[in-house]
Nanobody
């Protein structure tokens, strides 16, 4: 059984930074990519960024491109989302999710991560990020 545990959320002022972590416990053979999603109250879930386990290729949504950086430490089964230049629009619950679907990253790059949400079958509990202006 696979379990994802996020951490690193918190409250920060606009312009500040946070780094989220996602640790994957359990069976990682066949893991294809890890994605970060977020959901604000009253809004639909949005795909933010993904990374391929094998190639390290990445995807960013337009709303975070240039401000967020996704990375991974394969030896520690840990994924990170470095978030800089935060604004109030970034306030949301952030989730990491695992995909065991083949060609996850190319599919996301073609469709966008929000539309590719069905590729992700295992989800963490989320960590809250609040940005005050």
């Amino acid at each position: 059984q696979v379990q994802l545990v996020e951490s690193g959320g918190g409250s920060v002022q606009a312009g500040g930074s946070l780094r989220l972590s996602c640790v994957v416990f359990g069976y990682t053979v066949g893991l294809d990519c890890i994605g970060w999603f977020r959901q604000a109250p009253g809004k639909e879930r949005e795909g933010v960024s993904s990374i391929s386990w094998s190639s390290g290729s990445t995807y960013y949504s337009d709303s975070v491109k240039g401000r967020f950086t996704i990375s991974q430490d394969n030896a520690k089964n840990t994924w990170y989302l470095q978030m800089n230049s935060l604004t109030s629009e970034d306030t949301a619950m952030y989730y990491c999710a695992a995909s065991y679907s083949r060609d996850c990253l190319p599919t996301i790059q073609a469709l966008g991560q929000t539309l590719g949400v069905r590729l992700f079958g295992v989800w963490g509990q989320g960590t809250q990020v609040t940005v005050s202006s």
